[in-house]
């Protein structure tokens, strides 16, 4: 490749229907000529190339002929306007969109790209359909603040949002709120002790009263989001694309990691718009590797995965902006590069830790196998006398445990995003599994190796004697030597077990509670066990069910809850597994 020569135009700015400026740097190349815009939005900053450049190497998209815009959101860094999460970002991203086809430089064809918030900022102005939005490449994100960003299943999603409001957020709102005041020396030194203590932090309620965020003495965002429950869906939806796929209909190259705390919203992304395009013509792909949030490094928490499953060398074959290029070369700029081509949709299978192309997800050759919950009674702890079993058990006894919202079970590694180094991932379970709150039912040791790859679900049967409570479910690996690796989890609030409308209070009936678990990509090899977690908390990825009925965010009052969970031939709790048939030599 030529050497090409780079220009950048900084804080370049851009005008909204209502008049509000936001402010983009543009790269492009130093050449007569039109070329098609790659356009992010993100809330980070521009200038900082941790989050503007993150994955990517910017400078390579413009020596293969694009222009790159990367513009700071309403309410950000340089851009004018209050910056409100997600719920302007439809009609900012539209405006945006139609204003960079326009430029003198531009070809007119504008594709997006960006992970996480920046990831959602596509799908939002995709939303609004733009004339000039072309295609998009949409990474580890969202679908509704209802599903992992805010809550999960009901549940709080205590650390995710507490630790993006702070560290991420909290900084700018500081500097404009403060910048030439005597005030802001005060209030930096706050949000720092606030950040070398947020593990405590955590534990503070009612949430609805969190001191750190108090340091902007108003009201903001995090606040004004705790005031609407789940089931206000006129505040819900304007930053919600969940009954929207209809309004989807452009190529999209979904990208997620089996240990990102938006695994399960960008699975559904990708099945949901690939009913609404035609299949026929390849516009959605789909790949998921070993990864975190935005961390594409072959080793994940307790793991390694080989240099291959790095996102800076994947399958020995390319890095992501080579894939970038390719996507939007193809779309953008009609290059017949055999992208279209390839199978929609590459994942990696942990286990064996190979990438494997398929045709389709969910797999079409999967056996949905139910693996049933057996005790007599015992099965807390891993000492226990829990276990897993294809077949029903006709005599089995219920099991129980005391959960105390005091003493919440610590969350370690999975797919989360917190404070703190390396939570994300696959960590070893066999501590939290000595405890007496936690239930585990596990397997034989397998006899041959045995393929779990698709969405997991687990079918809780299950009483307690609070009006209100929570059960998680937790899939694991155990290896020969004891080490228990998760793979995946999730989490379910009884008020809200059935969807967004409230339910009324438990009075200790059985229920059926169906807990999703997303999903997973692993092979179980011989020797190895399968194994389930049962509990009632997970901290501090989720806030504590205080078993009152009401929430740690408007209470800090709590009780003990005994938790009761059933299989029998009546009530058939079990984990429902996605099982992949060995293929056979031809």
Known sequence: MKQVEIIVKKNVPCTMRDGTVLYADVYRPNSTGQFPVLLTRLPYSKDLPLYSHRYLDTHRLVENGFVVIIQDVRGRFKSEGEFQPFSQEANDGYDTVEWAASLSYSSGKVGMFGLSYYGYTQLLAAEKKPPHLVAIFPAMTLNDQRNGTVYRNGAFALGLFETWTLESILPDLLKRK??????????????????????????????????????????????????????????????????????????????????????????????????????????????????????????????????????????????????????FDHWLKGVSNGIEKEPPVKIFVMGINEWRNEMEWPLERTEYTSYYLHSMGKANTKTGDGCLRKGMQAEDTADSYIYDPKKPVPTKGGATLFSGPLTMGPYDQSVIEKRNDVLVYTSDPLQEALEVTGPVKVKLFASTDAVDTDFTAKLVDESPDGTAIILTEGIVNAKYRNGNQAEKELRGEIVEYEINLWATSNVFLPGHRILLEVSSSSFPQYAPNPNTGKSMIESSETKTARQTIYHSQEFPSHILLPIIPTRKNS
């Not at 005041?181 to 949430?207: F, G, H, Q």
């Not at 108090?214 to 919600?240: A, G």
């Not at 070993?290 to 020995?316: C, D, K, T, Y």
Request: include cysteine; proline fraction near 5%.
């Open 178 to 327: 403060f910048e030439k005041s005597v005030d802001m020396t005060s209030a930096v030194r706050k949000l720092a002790d606030s950040l070398n203590n947020i593990e405590d932090w955590y534990s503070y309620a009612p949430i609805n009263d969190w001191p750190p965020l108090k340091v902007l003495e108003e009201d903001n965002f995090f606040f004004e989001h705790l005031k609407h429950p789940i089931e206000d869906e006129s505040y819900w939806q304007d930053s919600s694309i969940a009954d929207k796929y209809d309004r989807l209909q452009l190529p999209a190259y979904h990208m997620g990691g089996w240990y990102d705390c938006f695994i399960g919203p960008t699975l559904e992304n990708y099945v949901e718009m690939n009913k609404v395009n035609d299949q026929s013509s390849n516009k959605q792909k789909l790949i998921v590797g070993p990864w975190g949030h935005g961390h594409f490094s072959s080793i994940q928490g307790e793991r390694s995965f080989g240099v291959h499953a790095s996102g800076e060398w994947m399958n020995l074959e390319e890095d992501m902006t080579n894939l970038h290029i390719r996507w």
